[in-house]
């Protein structure tokens, strides 16, 4: 819904619970289910050699892979790791003024009711920056982040820096 699904944004946001599969409505879930294999398969199809657009599939996984590999891939599961990944493209989002810190927390809050972990564990941010160097998305030495510039709407941007990058994980700062 982030990137590329402003109405599947707000059906989720309308709807009861998410919380777990076994209390979502089955017509939602199944408009759920439809519309992300949709989303994905125009996202591919305009982009079959993943020359840009089809990088915005990876909202998130820039973060979330950092965060995987610093817990060593046992305490945080993948899943929860592209949320807390999401919540922290959203905060760069916001201090870059791309989005607004209203738009960032109506992610906060879906994410939240999907039952996802929206705060990162303790994480040392410099080792954060360093694992960050080492994501596929990384080009010519920059790190290429998704970043949210309206419910349905993401940008590749490489502006991200190491020090906005801490900012945003750190707790002081980004209110985790």
């Keep these: 819904g982030v990137i590329w699904d402003a109405e599947l944004f707000q059906q989720l946001e309308d709807s009861d619970n998410l919380a777990s599969f076994s209390q979502i409505d089955g017509e939602l879930l199944q408009t759920i289910i439809t519309k992300s294999c949709q989303a994905k398969a125009d996202v591919v199809s305009k982009d079959e050699k993943e020359a840009g657009l089809r990088a915005i599939l990876n909202y998130g996984h820039t973060i979330a892979h950092g965060i995987e590999s610093l817990t060593g891939y046992t305490s945080v599961n993948h899943g929860e790791a592209v ?4 919540v922290a493209a959203g905060a760069i989002a916001v201090k870059l003024g791309m989005w607004t810190a209203g738009e960032n927390q109506r992610q906060t809050d879906l994410i939240e009711k999907a039952a996802l972990e929206t705060r990162m564990p303790p994480l040392n941010a410099d080792e954060m920056v360093n694992a960050l160097t080492a994501d596929k998305k990384v080009k010519d030495g920059q790190v290429r982040f998704i970043l949210p510039t309206a419910i349905g709407q ?7 820096t190491p020090t906005l990058v801490r900012e945003v994980l750190s707790p002081t700062e980004s209110g985790q």
């Design 154 to 160: 993401v940008t590749i941007s490489d502006r991200v």
């Design 83 to 86: 949320a807390m990944g999401m």
